[in-house]
């Protein structure tokens, strides 16, 4: 007899139990009793066992008058029951019902247990033997189901039952005797095939006799549970299609729809979820839900927090109803999805035919609505996480090298919090670390940022005083000499280095009095000119010149960011960087920063190497992004050693990290004076472009670069000359001295 998977079992099917029962009945005297026996004894087989199972197929009238007493006629149309040879395809004497769902399923259906796999259908026919020839007591198999489809492709899930009464287990000649430690050994390793194929080889064992199977319809329950599954995996390809299938064995529709409306501050909009279910309210438009719900259905749902259902949209003179039939929808059962009194959207059941929904049948979803408003709290919830992150990551200074001590602070307030007491957030320090800093400066940003405006404004200028000389000539509006005149006076004024107040104060005098007064001109020969004027950029140099700035900083910021991520596998360190004219960073490292990692000053040497070899690679990115900028600026770069370490503290105000206490203060003080600063006795800058300018107090310091100075000439990335000088006293800052050296560009 043919098995669909290996297993220690020799297979007889034989009807030995009803034989007996009946031969009993014929002791008595009972005449059907008689006459069947003899019937069955022209079949010996039939009692020792069928080899040839076309015999069932020969003899399905007398096996199903044998089986009378197990199938009652009278229940053969309610129940779904039939003969079955476990662990094989044979399945037959069907009820009616069962004959019935098979008829639909098609010709072409072929019935299979659930999700089974070789493997465990072998340890399972082995713990059948443990079970009855051993007395063990093991629980080794899950639910089993038949996925079975109508006549209308709606798949429905059925439980299977086996009574196994009628079945023996009896060892062969090639069974093995087990002993406790043999089923201790089994019990410890369900997943080692071979092990249980030792203990129990093929045909060691034969199962005799025969099993009633009886099919539950258990399509809802089983759907709630695929739903709950599903729903793990809300944002994995095809879910919206694996959803509605379980909706459509639910409510026996074959294309039955969902739709998933989100509700926040009395607006509709759609799912933030990643528009895994999109919404047919909102296809005539989003906005406030009292305007896209009729009164009944923005009552119930929103208000009362109950089912809203439409069993036919032709028949209703809504405006919800007509939008819902503009998309060929007949029938719609709308569902609020709410928590502790949150309401998270509005759930849309939807037929293309009419009253297949109503409000009898939207009663079936208070299986569904808990496990899908438990989820969409979930994602919710996750949503806001994710929020709370990139606001984190993109809007604020709790990088991530030091979150672990506003998270234990955040944890310390809660518990406590918790448990009623009064705590106030303690101050986020970080005591003895140490300082880098560095940046890379555009120079002459301000003075071409002046420029940029200066040509703007004169272009504006000029072509405002033509309009004036037209205008006064043939006298169009009041006289305007006076507009006249001022024009040309800070014509005037823009041929001087431009003052600070210069641009707004011209801005606010065209703003508020010349073009009010040339609005005014209704001469149709000037109507075009003025037209084109208002419709000319003003604005070209200074888009030339923020599009520079920005080109710049966005190189050589990707480029630090980039290059963070490998100086964080050196040793975790707090980083921040900020765009101005240029990019300028801090790192501070040390101990107190990263507590469970094991810090020396090596790591510090090599952060110092790695900050160096950065610089370098920025500067060398801004000489080939010139050929290509608006605005040819060149940039300065700069290394500010700083050889103590410091406190710095998160300051609440501020929201961001500062130097903690006045006798750290000489760090920040450096840092904002020096970049302007002059070498002693001249009137050159200290930042040349083109070149590294590293700024240090002592001899120690001017060593250690030094060596730094050299890998990165090994390296080709410095040239081999080194320059090195005193700064000029600054005010504050005194003995300060700088290396410089030309940064090599390579094609």
């Not at 119930?300 to 069993?311: G, H, K, L, M, N």
């Not at 950065?614 to 290394?639: D, F, G, S």
């Amino acid at each position: 007899m043919h098995l669909l998977w290996d297993t220690p079992f020799q297979l007889q099917l034989s009807f030995e139990e009803p034989i007996r029962a009946f031969e009993q009945l014929a002791e008595k005297g009972d005449v059907h009793a008689q006459a069947l026996l003899e019937e069955v004894a022209r079949f010996p087989e039939l009692r020792t066992g069928i080899e040839d199972v076309a015999l069932l197929n020969e003899q399905a009238a007398l096996i199903s008058q044998l089986l009378r007493d197990y199938f009652p006629p009278l229940l053969s149309a309610n129940e779904i029951k039939a003969v079955s040879v476990p662990l094989t395809t044979i399945i037959f004497n069907h009820s009616e019902r069962f004959k019935k769902i098979l008829e639909a399923a098609g010709d072409d259906f072929e019935i299979n247990i659930r999700g089974m796999t070789d493997h465990q259908h072998y340890v399972m026919s082995c713990c059948i033997i443990l079970n009855e020839y051993y007395g063990t007591h093991l629980n080794f198999s899950n639910p089993l189901f038949y996925d079975i489809p109508t006549a209308s492709g709606i798949t429905k899930h059925y439980r299977i039952l086996y009574n196994a009464d009628f079945l023996d287990i009896i060892p062969t000649e090639k069974f093995i005797p087990l002993t406790e430690a043999d089923i201790d050994q089994l019990i410890n390793n369900f997943d080692d095939t071979a092990l249980w194929k030792e203990k129990f080889p093929l045909d060691s064992w034969l199962l005799r006799g025969f099993a009633i199977m009886t099919l539950f319809d258990a399509t809802t329950e089983n759907a709630v549970s695929i739903l709950k599954e599903k729903l793990l995996g809300i944002n994995a390809d095809g879910f919206r299609e694996s959803v509605e299938s379980i909706f459509r064995s639910i409510y026996q529709i074959p294309d039955v729809q969902i739709g998933f409306t989100a509700f926040k501050d009395g607006a509709f909009g759609p799912d933030p979820f990643g528009q895994q279910l999109s919404s047919f309210i909102l296809k005539g438009g989003g906005g406030e839900a009292s305007e896209l719900m009729c009164n009944q259905s923005y009552c119930s749902v929103i208000q009362e927090r109950s089912y809203f259902a439409v069993a036919d949209t032709a028949l209703s003179a809504s405006g919800l109803s007509a939008n819902m039939l503009s998309q060929g929808i007949r029938s719609f059962i709308l569902a609020p999805i709410e928590k502790n009194d949150v309401l998270f959207g509005v759930l849309e059941v939807v037929s293309f035919r009419p009253k297949e929904l109503n409000s009898i049948n939207a009663n079936k979803l208070e299986v569904l609505i808990p496990f899908l408003t438990d989820t969409i709290e979930r994602l919710s919830a996750e949503l806001q996480n994710h929020v709370q992150a990139l606001i984190q990551d993109k809007y604020t200074t709790i990088h991530a090298s030091v979150y672990w001590k506003f998270k234990e602070e955040a944890e310390r307030f809660i518990y406590n919090k918790q448990l009623g007491l009064d705590y106030k957030l303690q101050e986020i320090v970080f005591p003895g670390v140490y300082p880098l800093y560095g940046q890379v400066d555009i120079k002459g940003s301000s003075e071409a940022r002046n420029t940029s405006i200066q040509k703007d404004l004169k272009k504006q200028l000029k072509a405002l005083l033509a309009i004036f000389v037209q205008v006064n000539a043939q006298q169009l509006v009041e006289a305007s000499y006076d507009m006249e005149l001022q024009l040309n006076k800070y014509l005037a004024e823009l041929a001087l280095p431009l003052q600070a107040s210069t641009e707004q104060y011209i801005n606010n005098f065209l703003n508020r009095k010349v073009h009010p007064r040339i609005r005014q001109v209704t001469n149709e020969s000037m109507v075009q000119v003025i037209y084109e004027y208002f419709n000319t950029d003003f604005h070209v140099y200074r888009t030339k010149y923020e599009t520079t700035i920005s080109m710049i900083n966005e190189e050589l910021a990707t480029i630090i960011d980039e290059r963070q991520i490998e100086a964080q596998e050196t040793f975790q360190h707090y980083f921040e960087r900020f765009k101005t004219d240029g990019v300028e960073h801090n790192l501070y490292v040390g101990a107190a920063i990263a507590p469970s990692a094991d810090f020396n000053m090596k790591k510090l040497y090599a952060l110092r190497m790695w900050q160096l070899r950065v610089i370098c690679e920025m500067e060398q990115a801004h000489y080939h992004l010139r050929p290509v900028l608006p605005y040819p600026l060149e940039v300065t770069t700069l290394v500010l050693v700083y050889q103590s370490h410091i406190d710095i503290r998160f300051r609440m105000d501020e929201k961001r990290f500062d130097v903690d206490g006045s006798y750290n203060a000489r760090f920040e003080i450096v840092k904002k004076r020096i970049d302007k600063a002059h070498i002693k006795g001249s009137t050159e800058r200290i930042t040349q472009p083109g070149k590294l300018t590293i700024v240090y107090s002592n001899d120690v310091e001017a060593q250690e670069y030094g060596r730094y100075i050299k890998v990165l000439q090994g390296e080709r990335l410095l040239d081999g000359v080194v320059e090195q000088f005193d700064v000029e006293d600054l005010q504050g800052v005194s003995g300060l001295k700088i290396l410089r050296t030309k940064i090599l560009h390579h094609s």
